[in-house]
């Protein structure tokens, strides 16, 4: 079946660093959505990208639609402490399914 | 507006017992869905919901059914619970389709935490 393999499972990093992950498929997605959940919360939607190649900011955070289709990347400018949680890529497999990444799990060290 | 909520917050259960997970959004979202997640898997999506009285089958049903009665509540039933069930449960809601701008944002209630011995 479809996977989203995400890269890296986890990291610490410094605060005020630069961070990067990416989401992978083997399969073309037309939608890429990035999700980040708090410790004992639900996932919360961060950014949505619709389009191959569309570059879309929140603040600090920037995600790009990979122009094959079957991956997205998410960069953390200038990582804070409460930047700590899980961050899933997730993306449709049909009209009314999602299919959710393994999820990158930072932790920022103040 | 309270958005996802979702009770009990923590429960434990012997194996064979059954019992049920409450969901429900004030939001008037037409599409509702059950998702679990276990360590290094992300979430899974076990049933979901696209209207009242309308509900099919995610990744990984067996052992769980759902009913939607209402637009505002989304139960999720455990018929016979195996320790395999063990898991962290998230409701979630949105607004339409999957894929599309402004509809598809998800939003997550806090979870139910389950533990079958």
């Known amino acids: 079946g479809q996977q989203l393999n995400q890269s890296p499972q986890s990291m610490f990093i410094q605060e005020g660093e630069d961070v990067s992950m990416n989401c992978t498929s083997s399969s073309i997605f037309n939608t890429w959505l990035w999700y980040k959940q708090e410790p004992g919360e639900g996932p919360v939607l961060l950014i949505a990208?619709?389009?191959?190649?569309e570059l879309t900011s929140n603040g600090r955070l920037t995600a790009q639609f990979g122009i094959t289709r079957k991956d997205s990347f998410l960069n953390i400018s200038a990582s804070i402490p409460s930047d700590v949680g899980i961050y899933f890529c997730a993306g449709p497999t049909g009209t009314y399914k999602y299919i959710f990444g393994t999820g990158t799990r930072l932790k920022v060290l103040a | 507006n309270a958005g996802v909520t979702q009770t009990p917050k923590f429960q434990v259960l012997k194996t064979g017992q059954s019992m049920t997970l409450q969901c429900a959004q004030d939001?008037?979202?037409?599409?509702m869905s059950w998702y679990r997640q276990d360590p290094g898997m992300g979430l899974r999506l076990i049933h979901y919901?696209?209207?009242?009285?309308?509900?099919d089958q995610g990744e990984v049903p067996n052992g769980y059914n759902v009913s939607r009665s209402t637009t505002e509540d989304f139960p999720l039933r455990l018929l016979s619970a195996a320790p395999s069930q063990t898991s962290v449960y998230f409701c979630?809601?949105?607004?339409?389709?999957?894929?599309?701008?402004?509809?598809?944002?998800?939003?997550f209630g806090p979870g139910t935490r389950l533990t079958v011995l």
């Open positions: 990208l619709y389009k191959a190649g």
């Open positions: 919901s696209v209207g009242a009285g309308i509900t």
């Open positions: 939001m008037n979202h037409e599409y």
């Open positions: 979630a809601s949105s607004r339409g389709l999957a894929g599309g701008p402004s509809t598809d944002t998800q939003y």
